[in-house]
């Protein structure tokens, strides 16, 4: 495939990544920069994309990947410092107070209650139920078998409709 | 609200997933910055950094190399002088002469730097205006050169070097003009005329290559030829 032909399909989905990026750093600026990285790796390594499969699947497997790469990292440098934060810079994907500003503010009990999933169910979700992946794909993203791609299926609709349920008590 | 959570069955709670759940659109300066990060390494032709490379390459080898090729140079002598004479012609008329010696007073000095004795030499007439006499070092020997110019303005040199063992003037250019014989070759533009006088090889050069010129040229060569006699001096 030619580089220019292949950035032209790669960018067609910039809007689903943005969206699956923006629910996994919660963050305009962290999502941008993973996007971003999601796309230089993406054309990098274009010669390992295997034309014919699925190309947004593709996508979705180098962003996952990128930003658990990333949070890791963040996960472990954090104590290094007394607030969190390394001195030296800040690190991508750096979970800033929500009331900071930059912070993606929740509209819906749905969009609140999505933001305190664990990752594997969040992304879970957002792959098959809101973008529409198969099971063989989403399987593929997060690099487990179909069948425990199901198993989190069910345990993130029950942890959804737990805390939905929380939400209209209080 | 609260009906909908009682009864959010899986396939209900999908529905709202892909239907409420807000999405968000990338920003447009996403896409813009996107290409610009990728655009350098794209752009640059996988095959340029080792082209560039092995033409670096060759043209060092090429730099370490050739001067330590041999030459190709003339196997036939006359050819070899030919070409040595054509390069101190042109070089005169490029740079003029390196000494501007006045004949006859000149002679001593000439013959002690050429190894070449003028026991006669043409010092011009009406026609042929006397420029200036250096030595000269051609085909690795010492030899003479005299410089006129006519009264059209063509510049000509007359050289006389030692006669290298095996240098025959060539049959087929031999002219006869009056009572003798020499050859007419022509190279890079330039005719001159060559013979043999005892052990000295001596050339006639101009830029005189036209037909009507060689004439003239003809006549310039009986003028040098019957009043310059060059002998070895050593």
Request: glycine content about 4%; hydrophobic content about 45%.
């Amino acid at each position: 495939m030619a580089d220019l032909e292949f950035e032209r399909q790669a960018l067609a989905h910039i809007d689903a990544l943005y969206n699956f990026a923006m629910y996994l750093t919660k963050r305009p600026p962290d999502a941008d920069d993973l996007v971003q990285e999601t796309y230089l790796r993406a054309f990098r390594f274009s010669h390992r994309f295997q034309p014919g499969t699925h190309l947004r699947a593709w996508l979705f497997q180098i962003l996952r990947n990128t930003f658990l790469t990333f949070y890791r990292v963040r996960e472990r440098e954090s104590p290094i410092a007394e607030d969190g934060v390394p001195e030296w810079d800040v690190p991508m994907f750096h979970h800033a107070p929500e009331n900071d500003g930059t912070a993606m503010e929740a509209h819906t009990d749905l969009e609140r209650a999505m933001r305190h999933l664990p990752e594997e169910f969040r992304t879970v979700l957002l792959l098959a139920e809101v973008e529409g992946l198969p099971l063989e794909e989403v399987a593929r993203v997060m690099a487990c078998p179909v069948g425990t791609v199901k198993s989190r299926i069910f345990r993130a609709k029950e942890r959804l409709r737990g805390l939905l349920r929380d939400y209209e008590t209080k | 609200m609260s009906d909908r959570f009682d009864e959010s069955s899986d396939e209900t709670l999908g529905r709202r997933l892909s239907g409420e759940l807000r999405r968000y659109t990338a920003p447009p300066r996403l896409r813009v910055t996107i290409l610009d990060a990728a655009s350098p390494p794209r752009r640059r032709p996988a095959w340029l950094a080792p082209l560039l490379a092995a033409a670096a390459t060759t043209m060092l080898v090429a730099l370490v190399v050739l001067p330590v090729l041999p030459r190709v140079v003339p196997a036939d002598p006359v050819d070899r002088y030919m070409r040595a004479v054509v390069s101190e012609h042109a070089r005169t008329l490029m740079w003029g002469a390196r000494h501007s010696e006045i004949l006859p007073a000149a002679l001593p000095w000439l013959t002690q730097e050429s190894g070449i004795a003028l026991p006669q030499v043409f010092v011009g007439d009406e026609r042929l205006e006397f420029v200036a006499a250096e030595p000269v070092y051609l085909e690795r020997q010492r030899g003479v050169a005299i410089h006129y110019r006519d009264v059209d303005g063509h510049m000509l040199t007359y050289i006389a070097l030692p006669a290298a063992a095996g240098l025959t003037i060539p049959e087929p250019n031999r002219v006869q003009i009056g009572r003798w014989r020499p050859a007419l070759l022509r190279d890079s533009g330039f005719a001159a005329w060559v013979w043999k006088q005892k052990d000295v090889a001596c050339f006639l050069i101009s830029d005189m290559v036209s037909a009507d010129d060689v004439e003239t040229f003809k006549e310039y060569f009986a003028r040098v030829r019957a009043t310059t006699e060059p002998v070895p001096a050593y």
